[in-house]
């Protein structure tokens, strides 16, 4: 279940609540991921059964209008087997894995009364040729309108090495594990430079560097390959060092308005956080100077575990 808090509301949201799509059962994992903003929420159910396929996933929408029974108001479920979505539900896709949501005011509209969602799925086996690839992972992005209407703006996987997004599809890269989107100036019209969506893919090999990790950079609402930069350890874009193996760069990434959060716990030494200025998440930036937060630096005590596993 999830929580909601919202001035005098304080009131738990569950599959077996009047109209919340789905139904209540065993390791579903309702609430597991959420996101939210100030027109709409989302809460994913990345283990919820589709059909007969175990750990499928699915995901709700709800407004901030309250039901009659008290709790947010339902907009529509979806899952990879709905119409409006592209793919089909498979065991072990987690999809809405990650949920990532944002302000979006489309030209012609006098407020940002809409949202843009990314949707995670880190498990989603993508084909090149005559291979599955399983857990190559893909990013569905999609619209909700002000009404709560779902229309789905476009699919970011990886590929093949010949098309114009950055990377391979390959198998155990799980792209979409962690993603995080941001609206750089929620109260003007958006545009593709203002719209900005990282993808981590922990699983990358970097050569014959296994589970080294990276992340994608592209704009919520335009072409992926045209937008999308690649970053990795040591690329010059402001991850320091060289790709080291189970670093799974990628699992902890989050955006503000001026900058991308990228979390290492697994090394080297105990952990790090590194700020990269939004300069250096956009293809073509210029690369500033990046903050870099870890154990023993900065007044910060020289010890623990996993620095950098979550950040906000």
């Known amino acids: 279940m999830a929580l909601y808090l919202r001035g005098t509301t304080n009131i738990s949201v569950n599959q077996d609540k009047a109209d919340v799509p789905g139904a209540v059962e065993e390791n579903d994992g309702f609430g597991a991921t959420l996101a939210a903003n100030a027109n709409h929420i989302a809460i994913g159910a990345p283990a919820e059964t589709v059909g007969s396929d175990a750990a499928a996933g699915n995901l709700a929408v709800f407004s901030h209008t309250l039901h009659a029974d008290g709790h947010p108001k339902p907009l529509f479920g979806l899952d990879q087997d709905s119409d409006a979505v592209s793919g089909g539900a498979e065991a072990n896709d987690d999809f809405a894995a990650a949920l990532s949501l944002t302000e979006y005011r489309p030209a012609g509209s006098a407020t940002a009364n809409e949202s843009i969602i990314a949707i995670g799925s880190p498990g989603e086996a993508m084909t090149i040729g005559t291979s599955a690839n399983a857990d190559a992972g893909r990013v569905v992005v999609g619209r909700i309108s002000a009404a709560g209407a779902w229309s789905e703006v476009r699919q970011l996987w990886q590929g093949t090495a010949d098309d114009?997004?950055?990377?391979?599809?390959?198998?155990?890269?799980?792209?979409?594990?962690?993603?995080?989107?941001?609206?750089?100036?929620?109260?003007?019209?958006?545009?593709a430079a203002t719209m900005r969506l990282a993808v981590g893919t922990p699983g990358e090999a970097i050569g014959t560097v296994d589970n080294a990790g990276a992340v994608h950079t592209f704009s919520l609402v335009a072409a992926a390959g045209t937008n999308d930069r690649w970053i990795e350890a040591g690329d010059g874009d402001g991850i320091p060092?060289?790709?080291?193996?189970?670093?799974?760069?990628?699992?902890?990434?989050?955006?503000?308005?001026?900058?991308?959060?990228?979390?290492?716990?697994?090394g080297p030494g105990l952990g790090a956080l590194h700020a990269l200025p939004m300069s250096n998440t956009i293809l073509g930036g210029t690369v500033a100077p990046v903050t870099t937060y870890k154990p023993g630096t900065?007044?910060?005590?020289?010890?623990?575990v996993r620095f950098g596993g979550q950040a906000r």
Do not use: C, F, W
Request: proline share 7%; net charge neutral; glycine share 20%.
């Open 164 to 191: 114009d997004v950055s990377g391979t599809a390959e198998a155990g890269d799980r792209m979409g594990e962690n993603l995080t989107a941001v609206n750089t100036a929620p109260r003007a019209v958006s545009t």
């Open 298 to 304: 900065g007044g910060l005590p020289n010890g623990g």
């Open 241 to 266: 060092g060289t790709p080291g193996t189970n670093q799974y760069l990628g699992r902890n990434i989050h955006y503000t308005g001026t900058k991308l959060y990228a979390g290492m716990p697994y």
